[in-house]
């Protein structure tokens, strides 16, 4: 589905940030996106959200050969890729509703549609009471969610998520992880970047580990294995 080989970024004539970057994310596949800050992270997220391009190497993503698209061909791209910012980036003067609907409305679907689709997952994301409330009357972990189901209402074929629970209570957190969880199981490959090892050794993904530059992808821990010890309890 997507794959990075020997990838190379630098900005303008400074060292390179990220240094050949190999790795392949197969569909429905979930990965966590970790490692100390300033290693690397948020420069590999805006590659996969095609918001940048590569100093070198070459980046396939869903069949094509990003290095070789135009601006258009690009914007068609990205419409396969729901991202969720950390700064959530809602519309405060839209509500929750219109913050949700304004990608189907980018689109050109139908109003009927876009009345059913967004209240539909705003009702799955647990905010159907909240659909015509203001992104500032509302907490931060309802603000995240509609930030998740602005991204998801496209049904992109991968979502990617910066720092999803950063800011939000273990609760909250674990909750949104549950929806991620069931966003995966109907096919979409998931790219979480979190610094939250308790979060991600709770759950049994792939780890995308970045350190100064350079990455390793580590197996997900054996959770036979951890019942058995006792480090799980079922």
């Known amino acids: 589905m997507i794959k990075f080989a020997h990838i190379g970024l ?17 569909p ?9 800050s300033g290693s690397g992270k948020t420069s590999l997220m805006s590659l996969l959200y095609l ?13 094509n050969d990003v290095k070789s698209l135009d601006r258009d061909q690009m914007a068609l ?11 959530f ?23 009927k549609q876009i009345k059913s689709d967004v209240s539909e997952l705003l009702e799955w994301v ?9 992104p500032m009357t509302l907490s931060g972990g309802q603000q995240q969610r509609i930030a998740i189901a602005r991204a998801v209402i496209s049904k992109p074929r991968m979502l990617l998520a ?19 969880e069931q966003l995966n199981r109907m096919g979409t490959t998931m790219v979480i970047a979190t610094h939250n090892q308790q979060m991600m050794n709770s759950f049994y993904h792939k780890k995308l580990i970045l350190n100064a530059g350079q990455l390793i992808v580590e197996e997900p821990r054996n959770i036979i294995k951890d019942i058995a010890e006792g480090e799980v309890h079922v």
């Open 126 to 134: 647990e905010l159907g009471d909240y659909m015509h409330r203001l």
């Open 51 to 63: 918001g940048l391009r590569p100093t070198r190497g070459e980046i396939s993503m869903f069949g």
């Open 89 to 111: 980036r809602l519309l405060n003067n839209l509500t929750a509703f219109e913050n949700v609907a304004l990608p189907l409305r980018l689109s050109n679907k139908s109003e």
């Open 28 to 36: 429905g596949s979930f990965h966590f996106l970790t490692g100390p």
């Open 77 to 87: 791209l990205r419409q396969k890729i729901g991202v969720v910012f950390q700064d």
């Open 162 to 180: 910066d720092e999803p629970t950063g800011n939000l209570d273990d609760t909250i957190g674990y909750k949104l992880m549950g929806l991620f």
């Open 10 to 26: 630098r900005y303008g004539i400074g060292p390179e940030v990220l240094t050949d970057i190999n790795f392949t994310l197969e």
